[in-house]
């Protein structure tokens, strides 16, 4: 049966028919003394023959159409030729008589076919042929070892090599990524290949939704220069890094980026690339996750241009959910310089920062610093309007912050004003400012704990009552 396979490709291609070229004094009726009765007598008997055309005109008609059938009333008239040089098979040997012709299915080329490839850098991988001369009384072949069929397998390199000028698009295919990324586990060669493939389309594939899975494997497998080559594509346009950082594929895969460089100009070249779009990345959901990425992962020096835009920017970024959370992490990790310089343009917007729903958070976070200058800074903007700010859902957290933070000078500033107000009784039974009344006798002593005890007992009733006092009137003190 092998034998006769092997025979084939040749019979395809005029080798036994005749149809090649004529040697040098051959007649023109020299394919016609070929006997080859023996091989259509073989395969008649294994089936690989049809003597019946009945509907050959219903199935050849595509064949027949573009492969005109050359005269010949050979029993092999179910082969079609184009000329003399260039044969196919409108249908090739099979049991199915319906099966029409796939422009998948294999071409068995010769020798010819072969060095043509080889001049025009075909991507064939396969060796042509071997010619050999039938023999009537040879035994049939055993069957191949599964071993020696193993090892007859492409090897995983050389799978890959079919996907030579697809491989953009393999990668952004669910399955084509998945097997680009277990062939990065096999090895340099397999990771130089794929790098050669992907490289120049890292802008598309690292907002794709299965192609940024790759594009973040490859970066923990490729060497240093492979990488260098990666953020140069990355950076090389503006806001191009900056619109991928936005984008909730992409976000993931620059994270993955970040944390694989290493290199001071690699850093450089990253966040000079941010630095435009620093405000837009702080309020996005995607973005702030690059910007918090970069201070965790890079060092205090490196991270100098995100703290100087941050004390630019603290207002807005601060009054935002994503960008109070960011400000925090900039002031953690800002060092010397940076951490003073931004601590103290927190300072001074810390009225509007207090009042706000995320910006109030940030200012707690200031004062927890106990850094002098901010908070004499803060406790000057906030004199004379601590009453204001206690009856306020946000600023009234910040108020008592600074009655357990501040110093005991400022304090009794805090607790002369609220024992100032007119209607003291309202701050007793206000929803917000009942928290701050509360705070200010856990944190006061001696005198002023006296004056708050003193203030509050001519409301016993009030505090026994309203719902916003019995914090309040449960402190051991009023019970008395």
Known sequence: MEMLLDEIPLLHHGDFLGCGEPAAGETDGADADFDFSYLIQELGE???????????????EFSSFLYPRKASSSPTSNLHFMDAENFVASR????DRRREMSLFDPFPFSSTCFDAAATEDWDI?????????????SRPRKATSPKKCAAAKPSKYESLVGLRGYMYHVAKDQHGCRFLQQRLDD?????????AGVARHAVDLIVNPFGNYLMQKLLAVCDEE??????????????VLVRISLNVHGTRAVQKLIESLRTKEEIQLVVTALRPGFLELIKDPNGNHVV?????????????????????????IGM??????????????STSEHKERLVAAIARNGFELAQDAYGNYVVQ????????????????????????????KFSSNVVEKCLKVFKDADKANIILELLATPHFERLLQHPYANYVVYAALQNSKGPLHSALTNAMRPHVELLRTSPYCKRIYSRALLKK
């Not at 090739?92 to 049991?95: D, E």
């Not at 935002?320 to 990790?333: D, N």
């Open 46 to 60: 294994m089936g690989f023959v049809d003597d019946d055309d009945e509907d050959e005109d219903e199935n050849g």
């Open 92 to 95: 090739p040997f099979s049991t």
């Open 125 to 137: 991988q396969a060796a042509p042929a071997a010619r050999s001369r039938p023999c009537k009384t």
């Open 187 to 195: 090895g340099k060669r397999e990771v130089d290949f794929i790098f």
């Open 226 to 239: 492979q990488r260098m080559g990666i953020v140069l594509t990355l950076t090389k346009e503006p806001f």
């Open 292 to 316: 918090q990425k970069c201070l965790q992962s890079f060092g205090a020096d490196d991270n100098k241009l995100i703290f100087d835009a941050a004390a630019i920017y603290c207002l807005d």
């Open 320 to 333: 935002q959910c994503h960008g109070c959370c960011v400000l925090q992490r900039c002031i953690a990790r």
């Open 365 to 392: 976070y200031v004062i927890e610093l106990k850094v002098a200058a901010a908070n004499a800074s803060l406790a000057q903007q906030f004199e004379g309007k601590y009453v204001q700010l206690s009856m306020q």
